[in-house]
Nanobody, 124 residues
């Protein structure tokens, strides 16, 4: 049974930073693609960032490129999303997700396992 547990959300002022974590059990990160998505109130879930399990390849949404960094610590079976220069538009529930495949995808429908979500609120 694969389980993903998100954590690290909170309230931060615009311009601040947060680091989200996603701890996995039941599988090793090193073999599968992982990603972060977010969903703001009243909006659809959107892609934020993704990486291969090895970390060799990453991709980001244009809206977060240069501000967010996705990474993994395979020894801890934990994925991270370091968020800097946060803006009020980044306010959302953030979800980590995992695929059954090595290949990165940006479509949420192609992810098989999901965390429960962690709220990030950026105040202006």
């Amino acid at each position: 049974q694969v389980q993903l547990v998100d954590s690290g959300g909170g309230v931060v002022q615009a311009g601040g930073s947060l680091r989200l974590s996603c701890a996995a059990s039941g599988r090793s990160f090193g073999n599968y693609a992982m990603g972060w998505f977010r969903q703001a109130t009243g909006k659809e879930r959107e892609f934020v960032a993704a990486m291969t399990g090895s970390g060799e390849s990453t991709t980001y949404a244009d809206s977060v490129k240069g501000r967010f960094t996705i990474s993994t610590d395979n020894a801890k079976n934990t994925m991270y999303l370091q968020m800097s220069s946060l803006k009020p538009d980044d306010t959302a529930v953030y979800y980590c997700a995992s695929r059954r495949s090595w290949y990165i995808r940006r479509n949420a429908d192609q992810y098989d396992y999901w965390g429960q979500g962690t709220q990030v609120t950026v105040s202006s």
